[in-house]
């Protein structure tokens, strides 16, 4: 049996000699089998098994782009060079984007095109993204709920969605529904609300901000400021005194105590809002009117206005000139509307075909932002026979959608498209979502609830302090990586033409044949907006490890 | 809480609040159900309003539909309440009462959704089948009349949506190849279930299923690409590439143990070869005139065969793919050294400024050659910085040795699962078949657009692939791979016996998972022209025998998804249940 | 019994183990601060220490699953380098038993056994299903040979996982904590086998805590201490006549729980 010696160090003879010792050919062996070098002299295959396939799609490349693509890389001067790739996106675009929120015209530049494009990708998704947090998140909870009717129904939710592909929902959605509603004349309204629905899309009332809206902002930071401060102050006493108080109440309170005050500032100093008149109109302030009206109609009060036969109220109706969708319109419409005064709106492109209105007669006035209607002013025959009646403005306005002939007009406009992508992605991602949150509630064991049930919490403070947080931590992953998905599903707006990046790209490549370059642009701004996502993931994980440690 | 009604009685008042307490307290359900709180009262007010507002409105529009509805809830809302107050419950009012009125914003909230239900149901019942046709003959003009749905168009359609632009004369042969596979199915089927395996006709139906599976490409391609009639009968180069990538995917998918292989089986599919190459003869020589199995150009395929090939080739293709890109990312192999890295970046950033400042070629590819002197051409500052490109180089290396530490198959697999996951699969999809002629050989007659399609969302589905697959890997504890190590197995055998073999049990429900969304995205290939399921419906609402009907079609589909979904994820738990096994 | 289930094959050398000014690092941490050791052929040596000793990375330097930095480890004759030559050769002539059993949780106990020899020492499947019949009736579980690890008791698995290592037919077995993951009434019936397996002349190097098991079987006891050897000794001086006042401690709150 063994000996229970204990061996100095180094005196064994039949220890191998240590390798730098060892023969040439010994050594050289165990080099190459070393696993280390193994593994580079893998790699390093690898890579030139990569270069040659590489090489071998390439020279094709080569090639074909001489035969295919030379006419890829022409300069504005003709010539070839690889410098001038880029240079066909500085043409005239040529198409029409019906949905964008830059001014764009087709003869602006391919660039400008596919910034709109971009623009509208963005503004489809992020509305969804929210849309989808909101219904993913009551879907999810209601799959939870006690009553068996709404858990049923949202079961029925999630597999029916998850079950079928987005594009077919997205076909179903936009042609069989939101095309199916009735036309613009009878569009519905539902609970009288100032939404219209019909199958030119979703028509609703939208604040406008009028220039004063820069006043108000800065109160309404000042708000904002004092909420910090007054927390802040009313913690430390809290800390002080032990004394309880609501800080939120009394923060919000304040804020909304200098929102009022500010608003009722900005909209006494500001003086951007004016109306060009002749002078002989006998009005000099917005109140004269409701007089002009009376003697024009021959009444004694505005509201017999509504006994007065058609022809009649057609013929002492205003008639105005505003620019299409600005600020003014809306607040000057607000203003008559509240005193009841009929008046028919002429919406123009620019002030100068507003002017050629005004000038030819078939508008009696021109409401716009006073420096625009002095310059107007000053181009007119006799500009002293013309004045600038000041309108009040209050920093914001809404522009209330109204039936004018066989049409809408004001409000804002979401259109059959932009409606149907964005209920499409919403509908569809929150069903996912809703599984999601599902898993992140009934993550949080039983006996977390119980725990904070002994230590006498109130019902609203387990959730906030103790469910949520654990929730939050199995939900949020899953639910950035549903909203990138989102993000680049919004490329199926290709299915309803919604004129998105995807699409204003495709038909960029139809203009120009310009194929290489606007894929790479297409892939860069998608892979951007995935690294986007991607390195939020990644912060919110660190965040929460170094919490959980 | 349920349990109140029966237990407890002798507890505190305080105790026994609740709406369901022993002794009925109207004060103390009044305060629990809507003057709890602020919050609640508003919710409870909110509920009754739209409920009044909807009942009237539906008492007008549909008052037979909402007496009934209303009755049935009234009724069991008033058992409940009797059975609540009398403490005289039965199985039916304790259920309803826990499970529908178990307050009274949910009481209310059980109409509002039962009416709800009621409109859509009855919306779609009307439109549906009450005023819908079934009448296949019936054609446009026509067809608009009525105010529901018509049916027949899909009845009438039905070649278009089944099989595309495929000539009708030719669809008896995608019948043929359904009845084959499913026929191949329903026997491994019986020949796998619990009793039958054992048994001795059980193993010879698998075994006859397993040649059938071996045979299935051969046969697939017979019945759906067809047979060239003249010699070689078939082209040799088409052959050659078709086995190797089938013998690599089945090579792969036995190494990694996802399929089994028996020296008999392998013997067959050897021996099948050969057996299908005399098939094939013998099919041309007995059928000389060219009637049966003439060819098909793929792009002719179309409908719903159309969009069940994507399936079934992207899933096969990508699961070998998916596990390889897995395997990379998660290789930990010896980095490639600084020294080795650096003196090769900095040669080529040398090159490459050279030739991008003074030279003027860097290549032997001609259209590469000309005009590379960036600087010299440029025509602005932005310009002249981009001469110096080259200098990413040297940015590019040093990222690659701090993040991944040199290791190249763990960053080239990364790289391309996050580039590829990092875009939408309808811009891979275009740019495939945007992008395939310039890379194919000059010679070819160019890929038709089938095999770019097939290649691009392969490329997508194996980087989703790859990453459950890596999934599955990481949940393998790590005392498995050092018991492997510890045994003295290599590492292929180690992936192969132990790992691969864990995790692709764990990834079933996913996988399973993953082939429904492969099948459901297959529709984005319409998108890009594809004559799929999807696709037919444009060109069958452009007929202008059914000009404008969308609906039926679009619902059809959405139909025809869900059932097609549901049933194959049906069959991934029974299979993971089969395989789940009971034996960890 | 075969006469291989009586013993070992002969080693190649007479010390199987030598470990030289062996040096590991794990980042900053320095693990093993360069502990030395010989194992003569068919000894015994229990490791002890507490936790975070480094006991365990130093046994699991022995087959390659934690790689040194620095210093020479000799397995029967084989230095560990990076070759993989060595490593693959050195793995089989090795083997080894974990605290967490480690079997192959989709394979049957038999499939377990005979995976390596059939795969590594390429036998036939019937001389491997053979050997690991006869090892597993050793251990004394011929009859689970057929079922899965999951049906088996913690006791069992461990002792599956011997019986693993043994088929390999290694010189030398190591064994990590290998009865620390039992339930105390199993505890036993591994100990049984390694008692056994020792007496039959394995070489066998265990980290354990079983001061029973180490007093009665083990010729040799290393105490280790902060990645160094504090102490080395037989086991009755070892327990008895501790010399050094790291191991009187350690001792004492062993014992005295």
Redesign the interface.
């Given at each position: 049996m063994a000996q229970t010696t204990v061996n100095p160090p180094g005196s064994d003879a039949n220890i191998p000699p240590p390798p730098e010792e060892q023969g040439i050919g010994a050594r050289v062996l165990s080099y190459i089998f070393d696993i280390r070098f193994l593994g580079v002299l893998g790699q390093i295959a690898f890579i030139l098994l990569l270069i040659i396939g590489a090489q071998r799609i390439f020279s094709n490349f080569g090639s074909n782009v001489d035969k295919l693509g030379r006419a890829q890389f022409i300069c504005r001067d003709g010539r070839f060079a690889y410098r001038c790739a880029y240079d066909f996106m500085e043409t005239q675009a040529g198409f029409d984007i019906d949905d964008t929120v830059l001014d764009y015209v087709n003869t602006d530049s391919f660039w400008w095109a596919l910034t709109n494009g971009i623009v509208n990708t963005f503004r489809v998704g992020l509305l969804a993204l929210i849309a989808t947090t909101i219904l993913g998140t009551v879907m999810g909870v209601a799959r939870l709920s006690e009553n068996w009717l709404v858990s049923r129904l949202s079961l029925a939710y999630i597999e029916i969605i998850r079950n079928t592909p987005i594009l077919v929902q997205l076909l179903l959605l936009y042609f069989s529904v939101i095309l199916a509603l009735p036309d613009i004349k009878d569009a519905l309204q539902p609970f009288n609300l100032p939404i219209y629905l019909s199958n030119r899309g979703l028509i609703m009332a939208w604040p406008q901000f009028m220039s004063s809206a820069a006043i108000w902002l800065a109160f309404l930071i000042l708000g904002i400021i004092q909420f910090q401060v007054m927390w802040v102050y009313l913690t430390r006493r809290e800390e002080r005194t032990g004394q309880d108080s609501n800080k939120v109440g009394w923060g919000i309170a304040g804020f909304l105590i200098i929102a009022v005050i500010g608003w009722f500032i900005s909209a006494s100093v500001s003086d951007n809002e004016g109306l060009l008149i002749a002078d002989n109109a006998r009005i000099d302030q917005v109140e004269d009117f409701e007089n002009v009206m009376l003697s024009r109609a021959g009444i004694n009060h505005i509201s017999e206005l509504e006994t007065l036969p058609e022809e009649e109220l057609t013929a002492v109706t205003l008639d105005v000139c505003v620019l299409r969708e600005s600020p003014s319109e809306a607040n000057f419409v607000n203003r008559l509307a509240r005193n009841g005064i009929p008046f028919k709106i002429s919406r123009n492109g620019s002030p100068a075909k507003a002017m050629d209105k005004y000038v030819d007669g078939s508008c009696e006035m021109f409401a716009a932002p006073v420096s625009i209607l002095a310059a107007e002013r000053a181009t007119l025959e006799n500009p002293n026979d013309h004045i600038i009646v000041p309108i009040d403005e209050q920093p914001l306005v809404w522009s209330i959608p109204r039936f004018e002939r066989f049409n809408i007009i004001g409000g804002t406009t979401l259109t059959p498209e932009y409606f149907a992508l964005f209920l499409g992605l919403t509908i569809f991602y929150a069903g996912g979502l809703a599984e999601v949150v599902r898993a992140g509630i009934l993550s949080v064991s039983k006996g977390q609830t119980e725990a904070a049930r002994a230590l006498g919490l109130s019902e609203g403070q387990r959730l906030n302090l103790i469910v949520l947080p654990q929730a939050l931590r199995v939900i949020i992953p899953p639910l950035i990586s549903t909203y990138l998905s989102l993000m680049k599903d919004t490329s199926l707006g290709v299915a309803v033409a919604f004129q998105d990046v995807y699409l204003v790209s495709q038909t960029l490549m139809n203009q120009s044949g310009r194929a290489l370059q606007i894929m790479i642009i297409l892939m860069l701004v998608y892979l951007a907006i995935s690294l986007f996502f991607s390195a939020v993931l990644n912060w919110y994980n660190d965040r929460v490890v170094i919490t959980e440690r | 809480m349920a349990s109140v009604t029966t237990t407890a009685p002798s507890k505190p008042p305080v105790q026994e609040r609740g709406t369901f307490s022993k002794k009925f307290n109207f004060n103390y359900f009044v305060q629990d159900n809507v003057t709890g709180s602020r919050g609640l009262i508003i919710w409870v007010s909110f509920l009754a309003l739209i409920n009044l507002g909807l009942l009237f409105q539906q008492f007008n529009n549909a008052p037979g539909r909402t007496w009934i509805i209303f009755g049935i809830w009234a009724v069991t809302v008033l058992g409940t309440v009797v059975g609540e107050l009398f403490t005289l419950h039965i199985g039916a009012t304790r259920w309803l009462k826990?499970?529908?009125f178990?307050s009274v914003s949910?009481a209310l909230?059980?109409l509002l959704?039962?009416l709800l239900?009621g409109i859509v149901v009855a919306g779609l019942w009307s439109w549906g089948v009450v005023n819908a046709t079934f009448d296949p003959q019936l054609t446009h003009p026509d067809v608009r009349t009525f105010d529901g749905a018509s049916w027949g168009v899909i009845w009438g359609a039905r070649k278009l949506l089944l099989t595309g632009l495929l000539e009708p004369e030719q669809s008896w042969r995608v019948i043929l190849w359904t009845v084959t596979i499913l026929a191949l199915w329903a026997l491994s089927f019986i020949g796998t279930r619990e009793q039958t395996r054992e048994t001795r006709w059980g193993t010879l139906v698998r075994q006859f299923a397993n040649v059938g599976w071996l045979l299935s490409p051969f046969l697939s391609y017979i019945f759906l690409a067809g047979l060239e009639y003249t010699e070689p009968f078939i082209d040799p180069r088409r052959l050659i590439i078709g086995t190797i990538v089938f013998s690599a995917i089945m090579g792969i998918l036995w190494f990694f143990k996802v399929i089994q292989l028996t020296p008999i089986t392998t013997a067959l599919w050897v021996l099948s070869w050969p057996a299908a190459y005399l098939m094939w003869r013998g099919i041309t020589l007995w059928n000389a005139n060219a009637e049966l199995f003439t060819t098909i150009d793929p792009d002719r395929w179309g409908g719903l065969l159309l969009t069940v090939i994507f399936a079934i080739f992207v899933n096969l293709l990508s699961l070998p793919i998916g596990i390889l890109l897995a395997l990379g990312r998660r290789a930990d192999?010896?980095?490639?050294?600084w020294w080795?890295l650096w003196p090769v970046a900095i040669g080529l950033t040398a090159w490459g400024l050279y030739s991008s400042t003074f030279g003027n070629c860097i290549g032997t590819?001609?259209?590469?050659c000309?005009?590379?002197n960036?600087w010299a051409?440029?025509?602005n500052t932005v310009?002249q910085i981009?001469a110096f490109w080259p200098l990413l180089i040297p940015l590019a290396t040093w990222a690659f040795l701090r993040s991944f530490n040199g290791?190249?198959?763990q960053a080239?697999s990364v790289l391309f699962i996050?580039?590829i996951?990092?875009?939408?699969l309808?811009?891979l999809l275009?740019?495939a078949i945007?992008?395939a002629?310039?890379?194919?050989?000059?010679d070819s007659q160019g890929l038709s657009n089938f095999w770019a399609v097939i290649v691009g969302y392969t490329i997508f589905t194996s980087s989703y692939t790859a990453e459950l697959v890596r999934g599955g890997l990481q949940a393998i504890?790590k005392?498995?791979y050092?018991?492997a190590?510890?045994?003295?197995?290599?590492t292929l055998?180690k992936y192969r016996?132990?790992i691969l073999?864990?995790a692709l049990?764990i990834l079933i429900p996913p996988l399973a998972g993953a082939v429904?969304g492969t099948f459901?995205?297959s529709?984005?290939v319409?998108?890009v022209g594809m004559i799929d399921l999807?696709g037919s419906?444009k060109a069958i609402i452009a007929n202008s025998q059914w000009l404008g009907l969308?609906?039926e079609l679009?619902?059809f589909?959405?139909v025809l998804?869900?059932l097609v979904?549901?049933i194959v994820?049906w069959y991934s738990r029974r299979l993971e249940e089969r395989t789940g096994l009971g034996?960890? | 019994m075969t006469a291989t289930m009586e013993g070992p094959e002969a080693t190649k050398v007479k010390d199987v183990i030598v470990c030289r000014d062996v040096h590991k690092w794990y980042g900053d941490f320095e693990a093993l601060k360069g502990v030395d050791l010989t194992v003569t052929a068919g000894e015994v040596v229990v490791i002890l220490g507490p936790s975070g000793s480094g006991k365990s990375t130093f046994i699991r330097c022995m087959n390659r699953l934690e790689e040194h930095q620095e210093g020479r480890i000799i397995i029967d004759g084989i230095e560990l380098t990076h070759d993989v030559r060595n490593i693959s050769e050195i793995r089989r002539e090795v083997g080894m038993v974990f605290q967490q059993f480690n079997l192959f949780p989709h394979l049957t106990v038999l499939e377990n056994i005979t995976l390596a020899p059939i795969n590594v020492r390429k036998w036939t499947r019937e001389k491997a299903e053979d050997l690991a019949v006869t090892w597993l009736t050793r251990v004394g579980i011929p009859e689970q040979a057929d079922k899965y690890p999951g049906q088996l008791s913690g006791g069992q698995q461990q002792r599956v996982a011997i019986a693993r290592a043994l088929t390999m037919q290694p010189k030398i077995l190591l064994f990590d904590e290998p009865t620390s993951a039992l339930d105390p009434e199993m505890i036993s019936e591994v100990l049984d086998v390694m008692r056994d397996l020792a007496r039959a002349g394995y070489t066998i190097v265990a980290v354990t805590h079983e001061m029973g098991f180490a007093r009665e079987v083990a010729n040799r006891i290393i105490f280790m201490d902060g990645g160094e050897i504090v102490e080395e000794n037989t086991p009755t001086d070892f327990f008895n006549n501790p010399t050094h006042e790291r191991t009187k401690l350690f001792l004492s709150q062993i014992l005295n729980h």
């Amino acid at each position: 049996m063994a000996q229970t010696t204990v061996n100095p160090p180094g005196s064994d003879a039949n220890i191998p000699p240590p390798p730098e010792e060892q023969g040439i050919g010994a050594r050289v062996l165990s080099y190459i089998f070393d696993i280390r070098f193994l593994g580079v002299l893998g790699q390093i295959a690898f890579i030139l098994l990569l270069i040659i396939g590489a090489q071998r799609i390439f020279s094709n490349f080569g090639s074909n782009v001489d035969k295919l693509g030379r006419a890829q890389f022409i300069c504005r001067d003709g010539r070839f060079a690889y410098r001038c790739a880029y240079d066909f996106m500085e043409t005239q675009a040529g198409f029409d984007i019906d949905d964008t929120v830059l001014d764009y015209v087709n003869t602006d530049s391919f660039w400008w095109a596919l910034t709109n494009g971009i623009v509208n990708t963005f503004r489809v998704g992020l509305l969804a993204l929210i849309a989808t947090t909101i219904l993913g998140t009551v879907m999810g909870v209601a799959r939870l709920s006690e009553n068996w009717l709404v858990s049923r129904l949202s079961l029925a939710y999630i597999e029916i969605i998850r079950n079928t592909p987005i594009l077919v929902q997205l076909l179903l959605l936009y042609f069989s529904v939101i095309l199916a509603l009735p036309d613009i004349k009878d569009a519905l309204q539902p609970f009288n609300l100032p939404i219209y629905l019909s199958n030119r899309g979703l028509i609703m009332a939208w604040p406008q901000f009028m220039s004063s809206a820069a006043i108000w902002l800065a109160f309404l930071i000042l708000g904002i400021i004092q909420f910090q401060v007054m927390w802040v102050y009313l913690t430390r006493r809290e800390e002080r005194t032990g004394q309880d108080s609501n800080k939120v109440g009394w923060g919000i309170a304040g804020f909304l105590i200098i929102a009022v005050i500010g608003w009722f500032i900005s909209a006494s100093v500001s003086d951007n809002e004016g109306l060009l008149i002749a002078d002989n109109a006998r009005i000099d302030q917005v109140e004269d009117f409701e007089n002009v009206m009376l003697s024009r109609a021959g009444i004694n009060h505005i509201s017999e206005l509504e006994t007065l036969p058609e022809e009649e109220l057609t013929a002492v109706t205003l008639d105005v000139c505003v620019l299409r969708e600005s600020p003014s319109e809306a607040n000057f419409v607000n203003r008559l509307a509240r005193n009841g005064i009929p008046f028919k709106i002429s919406r123009n492109g620019s002030p100068a075909k507003a002017m050629d209105k005004y000038v030819d007669g078939s508008c009696e006035m021109f409401a716009a932002p006073v420096s625009i209607l002095a310059a107007e002013r000053a181009t007119l025959e006799n500009p002293n026979d013309h004045i600038i009646v000041p309108i009040d403005e209050q920093p914001l306005v809404w522009s209330i959608p109204r039936f004018e002939r066989f049409n809408i007009i004001g409000g804002t406009t979401l259109t059959p498209e932009y409606f149907a992508l964005f209920l499409g992605l919403t509908i569809f991602y929150a069903g996912g979502l809703a599984e999601v949150v599902r898993a992140g509630i009934l993550s949080v064991s039983k006996g977390q609830t119980e725990a904070a049930r002994a230590l006498g919490l109130s019902e609203g403070q387990r959730l906030n302090l103790i469910v949520l947080p654990q929730a939050l931590r199995v939900i949020i992953p899953p639910l950035i990586s549903t909203y990138l998905s989102l993000m680049k599903d919004t490329s199926l707006g290709v299915a309803v033409a919604f004129q998105d990046v995807y699409l204003v790209s495709q038909t960029l490549m139809n203009q120009s044949g310009r194929a290489l370059q606007i894929m790479i642009i297409l892939m860069l701004v998608y892979l951007a907006i995935s690294l986007f996502f991607s390195a939020v993931l990644n912060w919110y994980n660190d965040r929460v490890v170094i919490t959980e440690r | 809480m349920a349990s109140v009604t029966t237990t407890a009685p002798s507890k505190p008042p305080v105790q026994e609040r609740g709406t369901f307490s022993k002794k009925f307290n109207f004060n103390y359900f009044v305060q629990d159900n809507v003057t709890g709180s602020r919050g609640l009262i508003i919710w409870v007010s909110f509920l009754a309003l739209i409920n009044l507002g909807l009942l009237f409105q539906q008492f007008n529009n549909a008052p037979g539909r909402t007496w009934i509805i209303f009755g049935i809830w009234a009724v069991t809302v008033l058992g409940t309440v009797v059975g609540e107050l009398f403490t005289l419950h039965i199985g039916a009012t304790r259920w309803l009462k826990e499970n529908m009125f178990n307050s009274v914003s949910n009481a209310l909230l059980t109409l509002l959704l039962a009416l709800l239900v009621g409109i859509v149901v009855a919306g779609l019942w009307s439109w549906g089948v009450v005023n819908a046709t079934f009448d296949p003959q019936l054609t446009h003009p026509d067809v608009r009349t009525f105010d529901g749905a018509s049916w027949g168009v899909i009845w009438g359609a039905r070649k278009l949506l089944l099989t595309g632009l495929l000539e009708p004369e030719q669809s008896w042969r995608v019948i043929l190849w359904t009845v084959t596979i499913l026929a191949l199915w329903a026997l491994s089927f019986i020949g796998t279930r619990e009793q039958t395996r054992e048994t001795r006709w059980g193993t010879l139906v698998r075994q006859f299923a397993n040649v059938g599976w071996l045979l299935s490409p051969f046969l697939s391609y017979i019945f759906l690409a067809g047979l060239e009639y003249t010699e070689p009968f078939i082209d040799p180069r088409r052959l050659i590439i078709g086995t190797i990538v089938f013998s690599a995917i089945m090579g792969i998918l036995w190494f990694f143990k996802v399929i089994q292989l028996t020296p008999i089986t392998t013997a067959l599919w050897v021996l099948s070869w050969p057996a299908a190459y005399l098939m094939w003869r013998g099919i041309t020589l007995w059928n000389a005139n060219a009637e049966l199995f003439t060819t098909i150009d793929p792009d002719r395929w179309g409908g719903l065969l159309l969009t069940v090939i994507f399936a079934i080739f992207v899933n096969l293709l990508s699961l070998p793919i998916g596990i390889l890109l897995a395997l990379g990312r998660r290789a930990d192999v010896q980095g490639i050294p600084w020294w080795i890295l650096w003196p090769v970046a900095i040669g080529l950033t040398a090159w490459g400024l050279y030739s991008s400042t003074f030279g003027n070629c860097i290549g032997t590819i001609p259209a590469l050659c000309e005009n590379v002197n960036l600087w010299a051409t440029s025509r602005n500052t932005v310009e002249q910085i981009v001469a110096f490109w080259p200098l990413l180089i040297p940015l590019a290396t040093w990222a690659f040795l701090r993040s991944f530490n040199g290791n190249f198959l763990q960053a080239f697999s990364v790289l391309f699962i996050e580039i590829i996951r990092g875009v939408p699969l309808i811009t891979l999809l275009f740019m495939a078949i945007i992008m395939a002629p310039f890379f194919l050989p000059e010679d070819s007659q160019g890929l038709s657009n089938f095999w770019a399609v097939i290649v691009g969302y392969t490329i997508f589905t194996s980087s989703y692939t790859a990453e459950l697959v890596r999934g599955g890997l990481q949940a393998i504890p790590k005392g498995q791979y050092e018991a492997a190590d510890s045994l003295g197995i290599n590492t292929l055998q180690k992936y192969r016996f132990i790992i691969l073999p864990q995790a692709l049990r764990i990834l079933i429900p996913p996988l399973a998972g993953a082939v429904i969304g492969t099948f459901k995205s297959s529709s984005l290939v319409a998108l890009v022209g594809m004559i799929d399921l999807v696709g037919s419906t444009k060109a069958i609402i452009a007929n202008s025998q059914w000009l404008g009907l969308r609906t039926e079609l679009y619902v059809f589909m959405f139909v025809l998804y869900f059932l097609v979904s549901s049933i194959v994820s049906w069959y991934s738990r029974r299979l993971e249940e089969r395989t789940g096994l009971g034996v960890r | 019994m075969t006469a291989t289930m009586e013993g070992p094959e002969a080693t190649k050398v007479k010390d199987v183990i030598v470990c030289r000014d062996v040096h590991k690092w794990y980042g900053d941490f320095e693990a093993l601060k360069g502990v030395d050791l010989t194992v003569t052929a068919g000894e015994v040596v229990v490791i002890l220490g507490p936790s975070g000793s480094g006991k365990s990375t130093f046994i699991r330097c022995m087959n390659r699953l934690e790689e040194h930095q620095e210093g020479r480890i000799i397995i029967d004759g084989i230095e560990l380098t990076h070759d993989v030559r060595n490593i693959s050769e050195i793995r089989r002539e090795v083997g080894m038993v974990f605290q967490q059993f480690n079997l192959f949780p989709h394979l049957t106990v038999l499939e377990n056994i005979t995976l390596a020899p059939i795969n590594v020492r390429k036998w036939t499947r019937e001389k491997a299903e053979d050997l690991a019949v006869t090892w597993l009736t050793r251990v004394g579980i011929p009859e689970q040979a057929d079922k899965y690890p999951g049906q088996l008791s913690g006791g069992q698995q461990q002792r599956v996982a011997i019986a693993r290592a043994l088929t390999m037919q290694p010189k030398i077995l190591l064994f990590d904590e290998p009865t620390s993951a039992l339930d105390p009434e199993m505890i036993s019936e591994v100990l049984d086998v390694m008692r056994d397996l020792a007496r039959a002349g394995y070489t066998i190097v265990a980290v354990t805590h079983e001061m029973g098991f180490a007093r009665e079987v083990a010729n040799r006891i290393i105490f280790m201490d902060g990645g160094e050897i504090v102490e080395e000794n037989t086991p009755t001086d070892f327990f008895n006549n501790p010399t050094h006042e790291r191991t009187k401690l350690f001792l004492s709150q062993i014992l005295n729980h």
